[in-house]
Structures are given as C-alpha cells and as structure tokens.
C-alpha cells in the first residue's frame, strides 16, 4: 500500500479520512485534548479502528519515534494526559527499545521525569509484546552525565499493546487492560536516552546499599 505525504494510506475510504481528521482536529487542541470531550474521543477512536486498522506487517516502520500521549481511557493519574504534565514515548522497534518518560510540562519538567523501560517486539498483525526491564527517576545532567536512579523490574505478567491505527502522526492502541490510548508524533524530541546494562548493574548495587 502506497501512503500519502501525510503518512495516511493512500486509497483510504472517505470516511477514514474524515474520522481521522476530526479525531486530530479533538487531539490537537489548545490544550492538547484536555479540554476535548472524552465520549466523542473515544467514538472516533473505535470508528477509526474499523475505517484504518493497522497491520504491523505494513505499517511497523511508522511506531518508531517519539509518541506524546494526548488522551487515554484510564483514570490512573500516570496513564492520563493533562495540562501539567508530558506524557511520552519512545519506540525503537528495530532494537526492540522502549521508553515511557512522564514529567511535568514547562520549566519544571527540567528537573526531573519518572522513567520507564521495556524490551519490545512484535507478536502479531497488531499486537506488540512488552517485557519491563527497569524504572525510576530520571534527572538532568551533571557535569555531562545525565543523573538518573533507576531500579530492575520483575515482571510477573504478560504485557502488550495492541496497535490498532498508526501512520505518521497518529496512534491509537489499546493496553492488555484493556485501556485506550491515543498519541500524536514529536517529531521535534530526540529518542532516548537509554539506560546500558552497566549503568543500571551499578545504580542496583547503590539503590541496595541504601
């Protein structure tokens, strides 16, 4: 399937492209959504989903980049969206890389985020499998090296994300919750950064002494 300059299939139905833009148009408001009603999100969420299902086979190279989370149907306070805080994500699907970064927007977010980091890889025509490997405090940097303190996770459960829409600058998905969540692009923030396996051998061994 060919795609348009926008990153849209290019032989997409009519409908799919109005639903689409009118789902953009409710995600891209002054207040990136916050404001938006809900009910009518999630109804050009599920029209979409039938209008332009993804299928990662085609449209896999698209979920690499950096992902900022407009809204979502959960009321957990770190799975939301709101005026304070940057919700993101960063997908490096070829290395099987990802990242959650939550901080709060504005000046303030400089002094630190709550981060997130997973081993990923797809399953399916939409479903990506999701392993937790680390998380914690991620700060800014001091004398050149970014100060971060992060602890190992011990997944006891499977985890995944169905990704049910994704072209250049949407992505709808839904969580093994059950959740729904949808993402615009940040074309304009860098991938990572990414923790190595000495780093965090080392920030285990100083959380343990602690």
């Given amino acids: 399937m060919s795609f348009t300059t926008t990153g849209q299939p290019a032989h997409s139905p009519d409908g799919a492209t109005a639903t689409r833009t009118a789902l953009l148009e409710q995600l891209q408001r002054p207040l990136g959504g916050w404001g938006a009603d809900g009910a009518v999100i999630k109804s050009l969420f599920e029209s979409l989903e039938k209008l332009q299902p993804a299928d990662l086979a085609r449209d896999g190279a698209w979920l690499t980049g950096v992902w900022e989370l407009r809204w979502s149907s959960s009321a957990v306070p770190y799975l939301t969206s709101a005026p304070w805080l940057l919700n993101l994500q960063s997908l490096d699907l070829a290395h099987g890389r990802a990242q959650n970064v939550v901080q709060l927007n504005g000046p303030l977010g400089a002094l ?99």
């Fill in 112 to 210: 630190g985020a709550i981060s997130v980091e997973a081993r990923i890889a797809v399953e399916g025509s939409q479903r990506v499998g999701v392993r937790f490997e680390r998380g914690g405090w991620r700060g800014p940097s001091l004398g050149g090296r970014p100060l971060a303190l992060l602890r190992e996770i011990k997944q006891s459960f499977p985890a995944w994300l169905d990704i049910t829409v994704v072209d250049r600058e949407l992505r709808l998905c839904r969580g093994n919750a059950g959740t729904l969540f949808a993402l615009l692009r940040r074309a304009d923030l860098p991938m990572g950064p990414w923790s190595s396996e000495a780093e965090t051998a080392s920030q285990g061994e100083e959380l343990s002494a602690n």
